[in-house]
């Protein structure tokens, strides 16, 4: 099993739609929780931290749920221009003892007239 | 700021071939990673290091070799290239998680690797 899961979609949705993705983590020693984008063949950008009281940048919200180890991704009234990747990623502990990040393989958005 | 530099961005090699792919980053950043990407498969970590001088195996590191000499700089080796290592390749800096707070990762725009 990954230790970060994410249903690799792809989410069809008409534009305007709201849209939910789910990610789950495996270590529940967790810290730091990240959504990134991912257009096609470029690298991928962050679109914002999650934060434990969750948290929202415009049409984005962002939730962690700590007790069932998911973060959420919540896009409200979809754009055609939300077509992309999205990228869980989770900083988990190493044997070294550093927090690295764990990348989910991505959920694919495609939004459409 | 150019932020994460990576060079050269497109290679095609052929196979027992070595080339080192070159990260830098003029952020001050303490950690640096190095990924590689295929289709399906995500972002998956080779190396990553946490300061100048340190460097540690990430979840697909057989193959390559990375060295950290300088904190801007993060060198990926392959020193006999095979086809399996045809991929596109991502470096990526974050400041140290030590600093607290969320530290996110920024991303250079990738290095395309054929390897025939």
């Known amino acids: 099993r990954k230790e970060v899961e994410q249903d690799p979609g792809p989410f069809n949705v008409p534009e305007g739609a709201t849209v939910a993705f789910n990610c789950t983590y495996s270590?529940?020693?967790?810290?730091?929780f990240f959504w990134y984008r991912q257009d096609c063949r470029k690298e991928p950008k962050l679109l914002m931290s999650?934060?434990?009281s969750g948290n929202e940048d415009g049409r984005f919200t962002a939730q962690l749920n700590r007790a069932s180890q998911y973060i959420s991704l919540l896009i409200r009234d979809s754009k055609l221009s939300d077509s992309a990747t999205y990228l869980c990623a989770v900083n988990m502990i190493t044997t070294g003892g550093s927090y690295i990040p764990t990348f989910g393989r991505g959920t694919s958005l495609i939004v459409h007239p | 700021n150019a932020g994460v530099t990576q060079t050269p961005k497109f290679r095609v090699l052929k196979t027992g071939q070595s080339m080192t792919l070159l990260c830098a980053q003029d952020m001050n950043h303490e950690y640096m990673y190095w990924y590689r990407q295929d289709p399906g498969m995500g972002l998956r970590l080779i190396h990553y290091s946490v300061g100048e001088g340190t460097t540690a195996k990430g979840e697909v590191p057989d193959g390559y070799n990375v060295s950290r000499l300088k904190k801007q700089n993060f060198l990926l080796g392959l020193e006999s290239a095979a086809p399996s290592q045809t991929s596109v390749y991502f470096c990526?800096?974050?400041?140290?998680?030590?600093?607290?707070?969320?530290?996110?990762?920024?991303f250079g725009d990738g290095t395309r690797l054929s390897i025939l």
């Open positions: 270590n529940s020693a967790s810290q730091s």
């Open positions: 999650v934060y434990s």
């Open positions: 990526a800096s974050s400041y140290s998680p030590d600093r607290g707070g969320n530290q996110p990762q920024h």
